[in-house]
């Protein structure tokens, strides 16, 4: 009987280091790639299926002293902004901006603000007020009750 012998040769240094590098790479495009469709104001899991926040709905989120008449207050845990465009009115948006789904991080000025790409929407119904986003903000259901604000 003979044997055979096969040559079988290892891949290279270079090679493997050019595979895993390729592979990172897509890896990585694939978690940061974001889908150009505005349409959705919610981060994936932030929302149940009716829309109301998980958990978080009958839950206080602050005393209408703690929310300045011209302004607001984000609640990030919470996936809300609370604002009071007019003393006694008060109105509630999701805090993820329609752009690009970043979490705004300022009120100020009469808007909600966007540190991602400077959008900016209206304190009274969340409408767009600077562009790139092209959707306002999705409004959220609160209860005022008393000094009592709560996610409906």
């Given at each position: 009987m003979t044997a055979s012998h096969e040559s079988v040769s290892a891949p290279t240094r270079r090679t493997v280091v050019a595979a895993v590098g390729a592979?990172?790479?897509?890896?990585?495009l694939t978690a940061c790639g974001s889908s150009d469709d505005s349409t959705s104001s919610e981060p994936a899991?932030?929302?149940a299926k009716d829309g109301a926040a998980k958990d978080g709905?009958?839950?206080e989120l602050a005393k209408t002293a703690d929310i300045?008449?011209?302004?607001?207050?984000?609640?990030?845990?919470?996936g809300v902004v609370v604002t009071q465009p007019?003393?006694?009115e008060f109105k509630a948006f999701t805090n993820i901006c329609t752009h690009k789904q970043c979490p705004v991080t300022a009120i100020e000025g009469g808007t909600i603000n966007c540190p991602c790409h400077g959008s900016k929407f209206s304190i009274e119904d969340g409408s767009v007020k600077?562009?790139?986003?092209?959707?306002p903000l999705a409004a959220k259901e609160i209860t005022v009750s008393g000094e009592s604000i709560t996610l409906a």
């Open positions: 592979a990172g790479i897509a890896a990585a899991g932030n929302t709905a009958g839950k300045p008449v011209g302004g607001g207050k984000i609640f990030g845990d919470a007019k003393k006694g600077h562009p790139p986003a092209a959707q």
